[in-house]
């Protein structure tokens, strides 16, 4: 496999509705901003991997607009897998270029999600309609039970839950592009309306309308294009069990810790606390933040729930975790993934709103299905990190 970078990046702002723009729109707006951002045109663009999801647009094969992202006459191909959308549309187009096939790829997502009626029961279908669907059970159910158990276990309070929120809008102050700008206390989260106990309001994700574009491209031509490209170091890819039920503890992923372990001996990293600087992870619930850092190696099991509260996961703390304000306050459904790897790129080419000082190395992370899928990528600003 050959060495890639990201070479350019580009995102549309973020809100719960984009009026002033179409699907195609969208896409066309972020692709100019990527390409600006990589100083190409798309004709230099050799393959493109798009991701979004059909049923949040309200149509079917929204991929028809594969004219308005410069496909004609290039190999095209789409990506849907939930909320992991769009970090596999990422691997798919770094594959191509990491494969040899192509020397520049590019990785389109958008998502509209305003344009459904009731995005709700599009989210009920994932779930197995003989065995589980009757309950009712959804992704904010699932956040829900994680919380309740994880509470249960470790003593974890609404309080330690609350400083995950308020942290995260505190982060996405700094963010133009982010959805929901805010600053927020720990009393008022606490005080805004119970969605699924014991998570309210303020503890849970918006939904967005929104693109997002990255650019991969070969060493060779990385190198020419610009002078701090962010270095792709690894990636992987897992999933759990479909129906929820099979899942043997709720108070910690335990196949998120497989493929973290993974990556990390794939990539050199021996102790994801000290090599890894800055996180952009899928928290769209305040408990999946502290469940994530907890499978992925940056604290043993029950410590988490105190590292927002202790300011270890602010911008300038010991760990940074969603310096771009995070799922909590940015949610394109189909592209929050490449959101995260957007911003974990940015980090690490010094152009971030919110910049880590001195960051080097940056993990994205996402999660799909019934919470079932797992992708994770790791750049640097290095090409490698040991040897």
């Given at each position: 496999?050959?060495?890639?970078?990201?070479v350019?990046?580009?995102q549309?702002?973020?809100?719960?509705?984009?009026?002033?723009?179409?699907?195609?729109?969208?896409?066309y707006?972020?692709?100019?901003?990527?390409?600006?951002?990589?100083?190409?045109?798309?004709?230099?663009?050799?393959?493109?991997?798009?991701?979004?999801?059909?049923?949040?647009?309200?149509i079917?094969?929204?991929e028809?607009?594969?004219?308005?992202?410069?496909?004609?006459g290039?190999?095209?191909?789409?990506i849907?897998?939930g909320?992991?959308?769009?970090?596999?549309?990422?691997?798919?187009?770094?594959?191509?270029?990491?494969?040899?096939?192509?020397?520049?790829?590019?990785?389109?997502?958008?998502?509209?999600?305003?344009?459904?009626?009731?995005?709700?029961?599009?989210?009920?279908t994932?779930?197995?309609?003989?065995?589980?669907?009757?309950?009712?059970?959804?992704?904010?159910?699932?956040?829900?039970?994680?919380?309740?158990?994880?509470?249960?276990?470790?003593?974890?309070?609404?309080?330690?839950?609350?400083?995950?929120?308020?942290?995260?809008?505190?982060?996405?102050?700094?963010?133009?592009?982010?959805?929901?700008?805010?600053?927020?206390?720990?009393?008022?989260?606490?005080?805004?309306?119970?969605?699924?106990?014991?998570?309210?309001?303020?503890?849970?994700?918006?939904r967005?309308?929104?693109?997002?574009?990255?650019?991969?491209?070969?060493?060779?031509?990385?190198?020419?294009?610009?002078?701090?490209?962010?270095?792709?170091?690894?990636?992987?890819?897992?999933?759990?069990?479909?129906?929820?039920?099979?899942?043997?503890?709720?108070?910690?992923?335990?196949?998120?810790?497989?493929?973290?372990?993974?990556?990390?001996?794939?990539?050199?990293?021996?102790?994801?606390?000290?090599?890894?600087?800055?996180?952009?992870?899928?928290?769209p619930?305040?408990i999946?933040?502290?469940?994530?850092?907890?499978?992925?190696?940056?604290?043993?099991?029950?410590?988490?729930?105190d590292?927002?509260?202790?300011?270890?996961?602010?911008?300038?703390?010991?760990?940074?975790t969603?310096?771009?304000?995070?799922?909590?306050?940015?949610?394109?459904?189909?592209?929050?993934?490449?959101?995260?790897?957007?911003?974990?790129?940015?980090?690490?080419?010094?152009?971030?709103?919110n910049?880590?000082?001195?960051?080097?190395?940056?993990?994205?992370?996402?999660?799909g299905?019934?919470?079932?899928f797992?992708t994770?990528?790791?750049?640097?600003?290095?090409?490698k990190?040991?040897?």
């Amino acid at each position: 496999m050959r060495r890639v970078a990201i070479v350019g990046v580009g995102q549309t702002k973020f809100k719960t509705r984009r009026r002033d723009k179409t699907h195609p729109e969208l896409t066309y707006e972020a692709m100019q901003l990527a390409l600006e951002h990589a100083g190409i045109e798309m004709k230099d663009v050799e393959a493109i991997a798009y991701g979004t999801m059909d049923p949040f647009d309200g149509i079917y094969l929204t991929e028809r607009w594969d004219s308005i992202s410069g496909a004609i006459g290039k190999p095209y191909m789409k990506i849907s897998t939930g909320g992991t959308t769009g970090l596999t549309t990422a691997l798919a187009a770094y594959e191509h270029v990491a494969s040899g096939l192509f020397d520049i790829a590019m990785a389109v997502c958008v998502q509209r999600v305003g344009e459904c009626v009731d995005a709700q029961p599009v989210l009920n279908t994932a779930v197995d309609p003989i065995y589980e669907r009757h309950s009712g059970i959804g992704a904010i159910h699932i956040a829900a039970i994680q919380a309740t158990v994880h509470m249960a276990k470790y003593g974890t309070t609404e309080e330690d839950l609350a400083w995950v929120s308020v942290k995260d809008h505190k982060h996405a102050l700094k963010n133009p592009n982010a959805h929901i700008r805010m600053d927020i206390s720990v009393e008022d989260v606490l005080k805004s309306p119970v969605i699924c106990s014991p998570l309210k309001l303020l503890e849970c994700c918006p939904r967005s309308d929104g693109a997002a574009v990255v650019i991969f491209a070969s060493e060779d031509l990385a190198k020419k294009l610009r002078d701090n490209p962010a270095w792709v170091l690894g990636e992987t890819t897992i999933s759990d069990s479909y129906y929820i039920g099979d899942r043997p503890d709720f108070s910690h992923w335990d196949t998120l810790s497989i493929a973290g372990r993974r990556l990390y001996r794939a990539v050199g990293i021996d102790d994801p606390r000290k090599d890894i600087d800055v996180s952009e992870l899928y928290s769209p619930f305040t408990i999946q933040e502290v469940l994530e850092l907890e499978a992925l190696g940056f604290a043993k099991r029950g410590e988490a729930k105190d590292y927002a509260k202790e300011g270890v996961t602010f911008v300038d703390g010991d760990m940074p975790t969603n310096p771009s304000g995070g799922v909590l306050c940015t949610n394109p459904i189909g592209a929050t993934g490449l959101v995260r790897l957007i911003e974990a790129a940015l980090q690490m080419m010094n152009e971030s709103t919110n910049q880590v000082d001195d960051a080097k190395v940056a993990l994205a992370h996402a999660w799909g299905g019934t919470l079932q899928f797992h992708t994770l990528m790791v750049v640097s600003s290095q090409k490698k990190l040991k040897g």
